[in-house]
């Protein structure tokens, strides 16, 4: 299947960004917004408004870049996050000792949630390598850049060839 016949691989970023577990989608998609596009975060709903704004722009090499760079981000926060959440538990386990009892109780819920929230995380790390190495593979990348690119001259450089009089 190509991007010709439908594929949607911007939606199918945006789509794992959405569907991502309430116990850490805040996390990843506020890390991807920061590092991706450098905006700060706004909260979940206006982050995501701001991704999926990155992934829908006309075809070219801005949204082949925003692809890209959320893509890539994705790769490390991912990776990132499956190799620190075991070591979550030991610093929330010091900071309920040291705390005052209600910051202790906060901490004590972080604690609960933890098991929950590290089965999200691996749950998300694998539904992204299946992503990675499937629709969102390399060639499949260089497909939608060579798309991007085609649909980038078609849109803006054909019509400005046609006003010059110069071949196309």
């Not at 070219?60 to 981000?73: D, K, N, Q, Y």
């Not at 499937?134 to 085609?150: G, Y």
Request: some cysteine; overall charge neutral; charged content about 25%.
């Amino acid at each position: 299947m190509s991007i010709r016949d439908g594929w949607d691989i911007a939606g199918i970023v945006f789509d794992f960004l959405a569907h991502l577990p309430r116990t850490v989608r805040p996390e990843i998609v506020s890390s991807v917004l920061r590092y991706a596009t450098e905006a700060t975060s706004q909260g979940e709903v206006a982050n995501l408004r701001k991704l999926g704004a990155e992934l829908t722009q006309d075809p070219g090499p801005r949204l082949f870049a925003s692809l890209l760079r959320i893509v890539t981000t994705l790769d490390y926060v991912l990776a990132r996050s499956a190799a620190t959440i075991g070591s979550v538990r030991p610093r929330l386990e010091d900071l309920i000792r040291d705390a005052a009892p209600e910051e202790a109780r906060v901490f004590q819920r972080r604690l609960l949630q933890l098991p929950l929230r590290e089965r999200h995380i691996a749950q998300a790390s694998d539904e992204w390598s299946k992503l990675r190495a499937t629709f969102l593979s390399s060639a499949n990348l260089r497909q939608v850049e060579e798309w991007c690119a085609s649909e980038f001259e078609r849109r803006i450089l054909a019509p400005a060839t046609h006003l010059t009089g110069a071949a196309p």
